[in-house]
Nanobody, 124 residues
Framework: QAQLVESGGGAVQAGGSLKLSCEVKGGTFYTYTMGWFRRSPGKEREFVASIGWTTSWLKYADSVKGRCTISRDNNKSTSYLTMTNLEVENSAIYYC?????????????????WGEGTQVTVCS
């Protein structure tokens, strides 16, 4: 059983950058497809990005293309989400997820493991 632990959230000024980390404890990280979802106040949770076993499998939500990069380090059992040029509407709880590989995955139901989430607040 894997446990996902997010870190790196916090408050940032609009236009700034933030890098979220997700460490996977237990399980077999290199076999997992990793992803990120987010939920903003008053909105449903939505897909942000996913990475499969390699960068050959990458998926991004249209709303974050060009401003988010998902990556992974199998040696550290950690996935990352780097966000740049942040906007106030990007404020949300960001959830790290893990599921069966090898391809990137877009829907919540395809993921087995979920982190508790990390808050990102973008200030104007």
């Amino acid at each position: 059983q894997a446990q996902l632990v997010e870190s790196g959230g916090g408050a940032v000024q609009a236009g700034g950058s933030l890098k979220l980390s997700c460490e996977v404890k237990g399980g077999t990280f290199y076999t997992y497809t990793m992803g990120w979802f987010r939920r903003s106040p008053g909105k449903e949770r939505e897909f942000v990005a996913s990475i499969g076993w390699t960068t050959s499998w990458l998926k991004y939500a249209d709303s974050v293309k060009g401003r988010c990069t998902i990556s992974r380090d199998n040696n550290k059992s950690t996935s990352y989400l780097t966000m740049t040029n942040l906007e106030v509407e990007n404020s949300a709880i960001y959830y790290c997820v893990g599921g069966a590989g090898p391809a990137a995955r877009l829907t919540e139901g395809e993921y087995i493991y979920w982190g508790e989430g990390t808050q990102v607040t973008v200030c104007s």
